[in-house]
């Protein structure tokens, strides 16, 4: 039994005209202490099939089950790492934090809380802001801030929406190796969500292409069967690395051409010419 | 130079910006490029003031000489030559008897306000002397079981404004405590709101008169047998009445329009209503709830005065009914030194509001 598993999914958003088929027949197992990455367009329908998992939404036809349980609702199990962090702005780093430990564990003391959202805080290197508000916080902090969030809940599997995407490559690194390594510590399952075949890569045991949308669907997945720790420069050179992403890029950039070709179709400019007004007026 | 750098943030919070570049003339460190600026926000303003003093001046002017004539006319038809001789030396003398009643100049009102600071000085000594003198006696009273003896002299033109700011913000606090909860309750149901929406739209737009009219019919039967002067029940509870829609109105939209990512954490976090509403729903409508109290805190202290007066609940508003009714020769001058206090303590209150306002507010952009 897989520890998370996508039976024919379709999400549609809107009704009667307007109604759109952003996903249709997703179809995913995940197991346990697995960690799959999903590549994909923006606009693709990446961020609904992360609400999807995360009980946000529900599918409009199809079935989530998580353990082997349809998914209702959120729970303390899955963890997420919003797209947009989604902070709350009115509390500090600690604050965010201990909201979430105390969502988890509601029966505990409050030095008990305080105690574990230091400890993950202090995980992600923000021991220093701990009493700063998110506005006083650089991008990358504020990023760090959600991962503690989320990890603060001791979720079994977390999930995360381009939990990145907004950094700088160098930051960007940094907090690649973080995750991996919380990841590694007790080898949670983990669904990262990115636009980035080279994190992606780097990061995940799998990758999974997402076909652009409407009608978005995985593609073939791609196993990565590199040695962990994994590192950047050696996988640089590495010939396994080469053929896996060219070939995933290949993939990507034939539905890219396959969408400019459709694109390009639709477009027939009728033959107009000009009037001449000039001569009108001779 | 720490404390230049506070003194600039606080200025510039409350709005009062251009101090700080009257400061800065002063202590030489004007640049060239902030001489624009100086000129826009410190020189423009005092202009417009002397400008508009100007323009009162020579405007009161012309109305008095108005007066004057019309007075000398009309002597002249009924009384005949000597009256109008006699009038027109009275009013060139200055002789207050005789002076025309009309709009005062800036003088005028410049005088009636420091009569008015004289006189507050006198009550004011009057009443310390009388507490004092009646200290010993009221012990004695109050050791025997019986009431103490108070002041019960007139009131001066600054306790009038005390007791304004009172009621108005006796007002505010029963708008803040009706609207802001009700207003919760609305914006977190979507029944509660169609079931108040008709009772809000008719009446926020009922005028404080007959607010005042109707808190005074359902008062008087509340308090009926009772010896207590009622008027300031009666004003403060219209003036909050009157006011606390916009409270209502905004903290009900506030309520109802969270931002979806925060609903989203709160679900994440299986958070329950409880702390859903305490700690998601309710700080991110604080900006929205505080500027609904904004506007109501002024929609009081506008309202408050035609409500006094109505009321004869004491403060600024009967100072002004009374002024008027009075007739005297400074009076007009007196309701025009009570219209700037209310615009000025108007102004204030704002400013007040306008920070508290600044402080709870936060930019969604800042946590993403
Ligand atoms: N609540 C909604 N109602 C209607 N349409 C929606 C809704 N949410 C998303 N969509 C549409 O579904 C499609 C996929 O959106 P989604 O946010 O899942 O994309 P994404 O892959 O996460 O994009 P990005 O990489 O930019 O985050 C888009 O076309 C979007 O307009
Ligand atoms: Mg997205």
Redesign the interface.
């Known amino acids: 039994m897989a520890y998370l598993e996508l039976k024919n999914i379709n999400k549609t958003y809107g009704q009667g005209e307007n109604e759109t088929e952003v996903l249709s027949n997703i179809n995913l197992k995940i197991e346990e202490g697995e960690f799959v990455a999903i590549v994909g367009f923006t606009g693709s329908g990446k961020t609904t099939l992360v609400n999807l998992i995360?009980g946000?939404i529900a599918p409009t036809s199809g079935e989530v089950l998580f353990k082997g349980k349809p998914v209702v609702?959120?729970?303390?199990e899955r963890?997420?790492i919003?797209q947009?962090?989604?902070?709350?702005?009115?509390?500090t780093v600690e604050q965010n934090v201990i909201?979430?430990v105390k969502?988890a564990f509601p029966k505990r003391q409050k030095s008990v809380w305080k105690r574990k959202a230091a400890y993950y805080i202090e995980m992600v290197n923000l021991t220093p802001a701990i009493n700063k508000?998110?506005?006083e916080l650089s991008g990358g902090m504020?990023q760090r801030v959600a991962v503690a969030r989320a990890l603060a809940?001791k979720p079994d599997m977390i999930i995360m929406d381009e939990p990145l995407g907004a950094l700088d490559a160098l930051t960007r690194g940094n907090l690649q190796d973080q995750i991996l390594n919380i990841w590694g510590k007790d080898k949670r399952t983990a669904l990262l969500i990115t636009n980035d075949v080279d994190e992606g890569i780097y990061m995940a045991d799998r990758i999974i292409p997402l076909r652009p949308g409407p009608n978005a669907t995985l593609g073939p997945e791609f196993k990565i069967d590199l040695e962990r720790p994994r590192d950047k420069t050696e996988m640089n050179d590495s010939e396994s690395f080469k053929k896996t992403r060219n070939a995933i890029i290949e993939y990507l950039m034939g539905i890219g051409e396959e969408r400019k070709s459709e694109a390009k179709k639709e477009y027939v400019l009728p033959e107009l010419t000009p009037k001449d007004f000039v001569n009108q007026f001779r | 130079m720490k404390a230049s750098i506070a003194l600039g943030r606080v200025t510039k919070f409350i709005g009062l910006g251009f101090l700080t570049s009257i400061k800065d003339l002063f202590t030489g460190k004007l640049e060239k490029e902030d001489f624009k600026n100086f000129l826009r926000k410190a020189v423009v303003p005092l202009a417009s003031i002397f400008l508009f003093l100007g323009m009162w001046h020579l405007g009161s002017k012309s109305l008095y000489n108005i007066e004057a004539e019309f007075k000398i006319e009309k002597a002249l038809k009924d009384q005949g030559q000597a009256a109008a001789e006699a009038l027109k030396t009275c009013i060139a003398s200055g002789e207050s008897s005789c002076q025309p009643n009309t709009l005062p100049s800036p003088a005028q009102v410049w005088e009636s306000f420091q009569s008015l600071l004289r006189d507050h000085n006198i009550i004011s000594a009057d009443k310390a002397a009388f507490i004092e003198k009646t200290a010993a006696l009221n012990e004695k009273r109050i050791a025997a079981g019986k009431d103490a003896i108070v002041y019960t002299g007139r009131p001066s033109f600054v306790d009038q404004i005390f007791r304004s700011l009172q009621t108005v913000f006796a007002g505010f606090l029963l708008a803040l405590l009706i609207a802001v909860p009700l207003g919760i309750f609305i914006g977190l149901s979507p029944t509660l709101k169609s079931a108040f929406n008709w009772f809000i739209q008719i009446f926020k737009p009922v005028s404080p008169v007959v607010w005042y009219l109707l808190v005074f019919m359902i008062v008087k039967t509340v308090l009926i047998g009772s010896t207590d002067d009622s008027s300031f029940t009666i004003s403060f509870i219209s003036v909050g009445l009157c006011s606390m829609w916009a409270t209502l109105v905004n903290t009900a939209m506030g309520v109802s329009s969270v931002d979806k990512d925060f609903i989203n954490v709160a679900k994440v976090l299986k958070l329950g209503t409880f702390q859903k509403i305490f700690k998601v729903v309710l700080p991110s409508s604080l900006p929205l709830i505080f500027t609904g109290l904004k506007i109501t805190l002024s929609v009081a202290w506008m309202v408050l005065i035609a409500i006094e007066l109505l009321a004869q609940s004491p403060g600024l508003g009967l100072f002004v009914w009374e002024e008027f009714q009075n007739g005297a020769n400074d009076s007009n001058a007196k309701i025009i030194v009570a219209m700037f206090a209310i615009g000025i303590i108007g102004f204030l209150l704002d400013r007040i509001m306008l920070s508290i306002q600044n402080w709870v507010s936060f930019d969604k952009q800042d946590a993403i």
């Open positions: 995360n946000l609702g959120t729970s303390h963890g997420v919003f947009n962090y989604s902070l709350l702005p009115w509390l909201m979430a969502a508000l998110p506005k504020r809940m």
